[in-house]
């Protein structure tokens, strides 16, 4: 898939300032690749994960969020047609 | 110590000025915009706080340290009910459905917001010149840029426009804009203060920092919004830091800095002379210095940018207009998310997303994106030994005096790499302090995970010496 369908930004071409340091990164020699055996990366343990229960939102939060919403018709908010393909 | 906060506390307690005065005074001097620091005034909030403060002093309660203290606030935190646009034309209209908690901390005590600050659209970038609301200008001399992303927070801190003001730091952020106009900015360690609400640019390494003109009002800052939130996992409980240790450095015997930084040919001749000045004096005060190896610039910025980018495209991947943001509406949904972001995001951020697209995708990620964690790996290593040998790393803020207004567009490569002394300490998650001091963008003070306390205290040891 090329970069303007995974970005969903038509048109758009790799930059060849950022390829610039992509370079420098395919040309380094790390000595260690295997990063997800590290003990830095900030991973929550399972000990102390938050309670798995539904918060309910207050009715102002509620509202900005429908307010925020980009279009209204009759009481509905209207979403793009669905693709068909 | 010299601090804004508890000078305006005492003119609050003692009835020298009123609340609703102070909060008019500083949104008349921000509303002329002088500086294209302001995206949105929080004038009928901030006048409707000062108002209770006042009726609080007037009826002989005690206030709080930040109760009434005008703050300023990067446009990227989510404030209820305010606009949150992170200076782009996709949020241009949203308005928070709710609070950041590290926004939340100073509403509680009583600080009172005032501004929504002007900075890089959703953080992209290093001069506060990629935003709708117009390049942030510098507070020391308008030509050139007040430096980014948080170019709006540093400059109206500068400006004495903000007590003090709330930045966003994910590769020098806080730090370089604090340095562009000599004020205080701080990147604490990482999980400090939680990033719920914080818009998320690349959520490695995003802080939430404070930009003051004090260092004790950092400290009072920094106190305030640190701690466990169970909104954001990555948070921990850290200690407050007591104004009674800022003055102790007994702690302090060895530091460090990197040779290959001021070596560099990239590092503007008075910045390195000012900054071996500094050693030297910090030398002659009996403190151990340690000439370190380091990675080298290019190294340092490529591995932040390609991991910076990789998360951005991730984090932004959500704004597609579906839910909220300027939507415009084309043929059918997968349309309509193309045709939205493509006229909606600026060319910066354009490139961020596609650059991270191309190293998660299939065939680049082995080549790129996994090498790239494995050299962070290395960097965050490479400064766990270091800090076996010393307490603290000490570096210029910028190899160069800021850019003048619209040379940073051109030259996306060369204002990627003018990050070079900074993204370092924001892969390591280390707290790095900006001090106005030193040289003309001033110094980096960074010391071990959760020793921000260690921090402070060699910037109020370096506030005697040099």
Redesign the interface.
């Known amino acids: 898939?090329t970069?303007?369908i995974?970005?969903?930004?038509?048109?758009?071409?790799?930059?060849e300032?950022?390829n610039?340091?992509?370079e420098?990164?395919?040309n380094?020699n790390?000595?260690?690749?295997?990063?997800f055996k590290?003990n830095?990366n900030?991973g929550?343990s399972l000990n102390?994960?938050?309670d798995d229960v539904v918060i309910e939102?207050s009715e102002?939060?509620k509202q900005?969020?429908l307010?925020?919403?980009?279009?209204q018709k009759n009481g509905y908010l209207v979403?793009?047609?669905?693709?068909?393909e | 110590m010299d601090s804004q906060i508890h000078k305006i506390h005492q003119q609050l307690v003692s009835k020298d000025i009123s609340c609703t005065a102070l909060i008019q005074e500083k949104l008349d001097l921000l509303k002329p915009n002088t500086h294209h620091t302001v995206n949105s005034l929080l004038d009928t909030l901030a006048l409707d706080l000062a108002s209770k403060v006042d009726a609080k002093i007037a009826n002989g309660e005690s206030i709080g340290l930040l109760e009434g203290i005008p703050f300023g606030i990067k446009d990227v935190y989510m404030v209820q009910g305010t606009y949150t646009t992170a200076s782009s034309n996709l949020l241009k209209h949203y308005k928070s459905a709710y609070t950041a908690t590290a926004i939340q901390k100073l509403l509680d005590a009583g600080a009172i917001p005032i501004v929504k600050e002007n900075c890089d659209s959703f953080g992209h970038g290093s001069s506060s010149e990629n935003t709708i609301f117009g390049a942030v200008k510098n507070a020391i001399d308008p030509n050139l840029v007040g430096g980014g992303s948080s170019g709006g927070s540093a400059v109206n801190v500068a400006k004495d426009y903000t007590v003090f003001s709330i930045g966003g730091d994910t590769g020098g952020s806080v730090r370089q804009p604090a340095g562009y106009n000599k004020v205080y900015g701080l990147k604490p360690t990482y999980g400090r203060i939680s990033r719920y609400g914080l818009m998320a640019y690349a959520s490695s390494t995003d802080c939430v920092g404070p930009i003051a003109k004090s260092l004790e009002d950092i400290r009072i800052v920094l106190n305030v919004m640190s701690g466990k939130d169970i909104k954001d996992q990555t948070t921990y409980d850290s200690k407050p830091i007591f104004e009674s240790n800022i003055s102790n450095i007994e702690n302090i015997k060895t530091i460090g800095y990197f040779k290959n930084f001021i070596e560099s040919n990239a590092i503007d001749g008075q910045v390195k002379a000012d900054f071996l000045t500094v050693i030297e004096k910090v030398k002659a005060k009996g403190i151990q210095v340690k000439v370190l190896d380091f990675f080298e610039s290019e190294t340092l910025v490529s591995t932040y940018y390609t991991l910076a980018m990789a998360e951005t495209a991730s984090n932004l991947s959500r704004l597609d207009g579906s839910n909220y943001g300027n939507r415009i509406e084309s043929e059918n949904l997968k349309e309509t998310y193309a045709v939205t972001r493509s006229e909606n995001f600026s060319e910066e951020t354009k490139r961020r997303i596609v650059g991270g697209n191309q190293v998660l995708s299939q065939g680049f990620a082995d080549e790129i994106y996994l090498k790239a964690l494995a050299i962070r790996d290395q960097i965050s290593a490479n400064f766990e030994n270091d800090f076996k040998e010393v307490d603290i790393i000490l570096s210029p803020v910028t190899p160069n005096t800021p850019p003048k207004i619209g040379d940073s567009l051109k030259d996306p490569l060369a204002m990627y790499l003018s990050d070079a002394y900074t993204v370092g300490f924001s892969l390591g998650q280390l707290p790095t302090l900006t001090v106005p001091q030193g040289t003309v963008t001033g110094l980096q003070i960074t010391a071990a995970k959760d020793r921000d306390e260690r921090v402070l205290q060699f910037a109020n040891f370096l506030k005697d010496t040099i």
């Open positions: 898939m970069v303007d995974l970005s969903s930004i038509k048109g758009a071409q790799p930059s300032a950022v610039k340091l992509f420098v990164i395919k380094a790390p000595a260690n690749t295997n990063t590290n830095r900030n929550v102390d994960l938050r939102s102002m939060e900005i969020i307010e925020n919403f980009p279009k979403v793009s047609k669905v693709i068909e």
